[in-house]
């Protein structure tokens, strides 16, 4: 049988379908923006966008992602570095309640002895302790080396509000003598800032770890 050729199909035939392999860059873009999506909404350290599409996804993946997966200022960052109890910032409204008031009759009985208290980190979102842990992964040059100045998001006790970073050094040196009046105890033998409310007013903290990788 001779097919007959035609330049053009008749007014009363369609035109063919655009075969499956003219139609794969679409697909291929479809699937690529999928899966960008996806990484973006459960892989905390990558950067996000204020994108809908991205929010979307986030919501879908987890109700609670817009809070506990921000970054920055409401991930917990603190913008010039120190801050005080007074201060509207996540990194202070998200303390616990208890540790926050230790701090603060600390610092109170502090002043006295004309040392000031600075608060340098409070509380994080895992999203921005992720973020700190890789970038202190780039620095050192391995999760190991890393772990030994920033915990990971599973075991910082700063993502619960149960941590403080304290400044400047003679703030630091004055709570290491006499945080344990008020409950409050270094924790790292490596991190003279790094307080937690570890014992009644009073008490005993207990031993130091060395780094926070152990």
Same mark, same amino acid.
């Given at each position: 049988?001779?097919?007959?050729?035609?330049?053009?199909?008749?007014? *009363? !035939?369609?035109?063919?379908?655009? #075969?499956?392999?003219?139609?794969?860059?679409?697909? $291929?873009?479809?699937?690529?923006?999928?899966? %960008? &999506?996806? $990484?973006?909404?459960?892989?905390?350290?990558?950067?996000?966008?204020?994108?809908?599409?991205?929010?979307? $996804?986030?919501? &879908? %993946?987890?109700?609670?992602? =817009?809070?506990?997966?921000?970054?920055? $200022? /409401?991930?917990?960052?603190?913008?010039?570095? !120190?801050?005080?109890?007074?201060?509207? %910032?996540?990194?202070?409204?998200?303390?616990?309640? &208890?540790?926050?008031?230790? !701090?603060?009759?600390?610092?109170?009985?502090?002043?006295?002895?004309?040392?000031?208290?600075?608060?340098? =980190?409070?509380?994080?979102?895992?999203?921005?302790?992720?973020?700190?842990?890789?970038?202190?992964?780039?620095? *050192? +040059? =391995?999760?190991?080396?890393?772990?030994?100045? !920033?915990?990971? #998001? /599973?075991?910082?006790? *700063?993502?619960? +509000?149960k941590a403080v970073d304290i400044g400047p050094t003679e703030a630091d040196y004055w709570l290491i003598q006499h945080g344990a009046e008020y409950g409050l105890c270094q924790v790292y033998a490596n991190e003279i800032w790094h307080f937690e409310l570890l014992t009644e007013p009073g008490g005993t903290?207990?031993?130091?770890?060395?780094?926070?990788?152990?």
């Amino acid at each position: 049988m001779v097919r007959q050729q035609l330049t053009q199909p008749p007014a *009363h !035939v369609s035109a063919p379908r655009a #075969p499956w392999r003219d139609r794969r860059p679409m697909a $291929v873009a479809i699937v690529g923006v999928t899966v %960008l &999506a996806a $990484v973006f909404g459960v892989y905390p350290l990558l950067d996000r966008a204020d994108s809908p599409v991205i929010q979307a $996804v986030d919501d &879908a %993946l987890d109700p609670g992602a =817009s809070s506990s997966g921000a970054t920055g $200022v /409401e991930g917990g960052e603190i913008p010039d570095g !120190v801050a005080t109890l007074d201060d509207d %910032l996540p990194a202070i409204t998200g303390l616990d309640p &208890a540790l926050a008031d230790a !701090v603060r009759q600390a610092a109170a009985d502090a002043a006295a002895d004309d040392i000031d208290f600075w608060i340098t =980190s409070g509380w994080r979102s895992a999203a921005y302790q992720q973020q700190l842990l890789d970038a202190a992964v780039r620095k *050192h +040059g =391995s999760l190991e080396a890393a772990r030994r100045v !920033v915990a990971t #998001p /599973e075991t910082s006790r *700063h993502i619960g +509000g149960k941590a403080v970073d304290i400044g400047p050094t003679e703030a630091d040196y004055w709570l290491i003598q006499h945080g344990a009046e008020y409950g409050l105890c270094q924790v790292y033998a490596n991190e003279i800032w790094h307080f937690e409310l570890l014992t009644e007013p009073g008490g005993t903290c207990p031993p130091m770890l060395e780094d926070s990788a152990g």
